[in-house]
């Protein structure tokens, strides 16, 4: 998998955007870029993913850049909630008899 | 909506005990994992199955065996369980090749 950079932590005040970025700029054409969350005490969600284009669905938006080098997931209006940890993968669509790695994430702590 | 169930939210085991944590999934997923999660070390994966009777080490497979007699669930085994197995363990399924995992709640297991 290509490799992915985050920052360890963030902090954001409940009710405004939460924006998480994720460097990867070894990542190859045919691989998709990834977001999971993790909630205390919790496994894993699935929350987004995309390849080139921007996302968006109930829970978030990827921005992802034209060179495809970085990508920000956004949380519109934040809630105590989303406090948990985020996790950026890059990987091809179809990679059959492999194993997702997950990095160290990201720490998002939402505060009121 | 894909259930992923472990057996045991909580377990206390004696050194030297021989433990096993089940797995079920209820959506006919080929592949299923077997990750633990230490503070400041992250995910890291133990074993995989991508079909039945199947199975792959993962970077932490000492220790540890896996079992995947039926499609639906996979079972981990600490054949002598140690104070360092000490963690949280989680197990996810996806459709073969797909990206996107769904996880199960978690199993904290505490090794005296």
């Known amino acids: 998998d290509a490799k992915t950079t985050q920052p360890p932590s963030m902090d954001c005040a409940e009710g405004r955007a939460a924006n998480l970025p994720c460097n990867h700029s070894t990542i190859s054409g045919n691989e998709y870029v990834y977001w999971y969350r993790q909630i205390h005490s919790q496994g894993p969600q699935y929350i987004i993913h995309g390849l080139k284009n921007n996302e968006t669905n109930e829970m978030a938006s990827l921005i992802i850049t034209e060179d495809r080098k970085s990508s920000t997931l956004i949380l519109p209006h934040a809630t105590l909630r989303d406090t948990a940890v985020y996790y950026c993968?890059?990987?091809?669509?179809?990679?059959?008899?492999?194993?997702?790695?997950f990095g160290k994430g990201t720490t998002l702590s939402v505060s009121s | 909506d894909v259930k992923v169930t472990q057996s045991s939210r909580y377990l206390v085991k004696r050194t030297g005990e021989k433990v096993f944590l089940e797995c079920v999934q209820d959506?006919?997923?080929?592949?299923m994992f077997w990750y633990r999660q230490d503070p400041g070390l992250g995910l890291r994966l133990i074993y995989f199955?991508?079909?039945?009777?199947?199975?792959e080490k993962g970077d932490i497979p000492e220790g540890y065996s896996v079992s995947r007699e039926k499609k639906e669930r996979f079972s981990l085994i600490l054949e002598s369980a140690s104070t360092n197995q000490t963690s949280m363990y989680l197990c996810?399924?996806?459709?073969?090749?797909?990206?996107?995992?769904?996880f199960g709640a978690g199993s904290r297991l505490t090794v005296l």
């Open positions: 959506m006919d997923h080929e592949n």
């Open positions: 996810a399924s996806r459709l073969s090749g797909a990206n996107v995992l769904t």
């Open positions: 993968i890059v990987r091809p669509a179809n990679q059959a008899g492999t194993a997702l790695i």
């Open positions: 199955s991508y079909d039945v009777k199947m199975k």
